[in-house]
C-alpha cells in the first residue's frame, strides 16, 4: 500500500476494544493517527502509536482539523462514548454545536448517523471496524460447556425480537428476560449497567445483545468481551445469546473459560426469520 493508503485514523473511545483494534492495525502496518477523549486511553494507545491526541468530546471541528492536518483519508471507530457524559461536556465547539442542532432525533443511531454524514462531506472514508476485526465477529453456535436449557432457548428466541423491535427505535442493543418477560432493556446507561439492574431484579436471566436493524454497521456495533461475563456473574445471569455475524466476541479464549467456570453459557445465535 502507498503512503497515504497506509495512514488510518482511529477514533478511539473508553474500554479495551479500541486498543483491541489499534493492535490489529498495527499487525497490518497501518501509520494509525489516533484521536481519544481520556488520558488514561491516550497511554494506553502509546503503545501502537506515537500520533495520538485528547481531545474533550465536543471538540468535533479539532477531530477534523487534526485528521486533515495529518493527511488521513480512512477513519475507524471503536469503543465506548458515554453520551450521559458527552452530555455534561463544556461548551461545545461550532461544528459539534452545529451538527447537535442539525439533528431531529438525539438517539445514538441518530447522532453517529450524522456524525459520519459530516465526516463524509469532508472527504473522509468512513470503514467499518469488522474490516480489521473480521476473526473476533460472533459465529453461530455454542462456545460453552453448557448448553442452555430449552425454556432457555425460548427466552433467547423472545428477546431476540424485543431487542430487534428495541433496536429499531434507536434505543439500545441489549435486552434481557427470563421466562418470556422482559426485565430489562438496555438506554443510555450502557450494557454493563443494564445487566447488573437486572440482576437486581431477576435471577438466572438471559442476556440478549444484538445490532440494531437501523444501524450503519461502520459505527456501534455491539462488542463483548471479559468484562460482560464479569457484568454476568455479578448480576446471576445465566445465559449471553449475542446476534451472530453482527456482534464482536472480544478477549474471546478468556471470556469462555471464566463463564464454563461459572456454568454460563454463551451461543452466536441466528434468527430464523432472517
Same mark, same amino acid.
Given at each position: 500500500?502507498? /503512503?497515504e493508503d497506509n495512514k488510518i485514523g482511529l477514533i478511539a473511545g473508553e474500554g479495551e476494544f479500541p486498543i483491541i483494534l489499534a493492535q490489529s492495525l498495527k499487525d497490518k502496518n497501518y501509520e494509525i493517527i489516533a484521536v481519544c477523549f481520556s488520558n488514561d486511553q491516550k497511554e494506553k494507545l502509546k503503545k501502537f502509536?506515537?500520533?495520538?491526541?485528547?481531545?474533550?468530546?465536543g471538540q468535533f471541528g479539532k477531530l477534523i482539523e487534526i485528521f486533515k492536518e495529518n493527511g488521513v483519508k480512512?477513519? #475507524?471507530? /471503536?469503543?465506548?462514548?458515554?453520551?450521559?457524559?458527552? /452530555?455534561? #461536556?463544556?461548551?461545545?465547539?461550532?461544528r459539534a454545536l452545529a451538527l447537535w442542532r442539525k439533528l431531529k432525533i438525539k438517539?445514538? %443511531?441518530s447522532i453517529l448517523k450524522g456524525v459520519i454524514e459530516e465526516?463524509? %462531506?469532508?472527504?473522509?472514508?468512513?470503514?467499518g471496524p469488522s474490516e480489521f476485526l473480521q476473526e473476533f465477529l460472533t459465529t453461530e453456535g455454542i462456545f460453552t460447556k453448557?448448553?442452555?436449557t430449552k425454556e432457555e432457548w425460548e427466552d433467547i428466541e423472545y428477546g431476540f425480537k424485543i431487542a430487534k423491535i428495541i433496536g429499531s427505535l434507536d434505543i439500545g442493543q441489549c435486552v434481557v428476560v427470563k421466562n418470556k418477560m422482559t426485565v430489562a432493556i438496555e438506554a443510555m446507561e450502557g450494557t454493563d449497567a443494564t445487566i447488573l439492574r437486572a440482576g437486581k431484579l431477576r435471577k438466572d436471566t438471559v442476556v440478549i445483545k444484538v445490532a440494531k436493524p437501523i444501524q450503519d454497521l461502520r459505527m456501534d456495533l455491539p462488542v463483548v468481551g471479559l468484562?460482560?461475563?464479569?457484568?454476568?456473574?455479578?448480576a446471576q445471569a445465566k445465559v449471553l445469546a449475542l446476534e451472530a455475524g453482527k456482534t464482536f466476541f472480544l478477549q474471546k479464549e478468556s471470556a469462555i473459560k471464566l463463564?464454563?467456570?461459572? %456454568?454460563?453459557?454463551?451461543v452466536g445465535y441466528k434468527s430464523k426469520e432472517e
Open positions: 500500500m502507498d /503512503l502509536t506515537p500520533q495520538i491526541f485528547k481531545i474533550s468530546i480512512k477513519l #475507524v471507530f /471503536l469503543g465506548k462514548i458515554d453520551k450521559s457524559q458527552a /452530555l455534561k #461536556v463544556g461548551i461545545p465547539d461550532f438517539e445514538d %443511531n465526516l463524509e %462531506n469532508e472527504g473522509f472514508i468512513i470503514k453448557r448448553v442452555p468484562k460482560t461475563i464479569e457484568t454476568l456473574i455479578k463463564a464454563d467456570k461459572n %456454568n454460563i453459557s454463551i
